[in-house]
């Protein structure tokens, strides 16, 4: 008894939409099908008007033992748009406490160095001024 695989269930979908589900930009999504990657069809629909469709091989959502949809997100995925928005508003603010903290840094960096400069300004003043004042010896004795 021999065993055939099953074929793959696939949909065709367009351009923008593979583009949305492979999380890719529509130009790679033709990149892939001209290197391919992925399998597209040109598709007339009246006149001189068509249409680019790309067969995806996978389901767009995946499904249990009984066939029915499951959801693809995360469990810690927002579940509503209000949790969305309050999910991107923490990070926004963890955002600009990491570039204050960065901005902090930056400028202890700077009076570091500001301070480093006028130490050795100071230095080669004093070392200078120290080799102006020493007697030279006289010309012509040894």
Known sequence: MTHHPTPQPHQWVSVGEASRRLNVSPSTVRRMIENGQLVGERQVIGGSRERFLVRLDAPETPHDASGAGVASESPDAPATPHEAAAAVMGVLAELREIRRQHASERAA???RRAAENRFRTSSM???GTSVIA???PAMGCP
Do not use: F, G, Q, Y
């Open 109 to 111: 960096d700077a009076s």
């Open 125 to 127: 003043l004093a070392l």
């Open 134 to 136: 020493a007697p030279r």
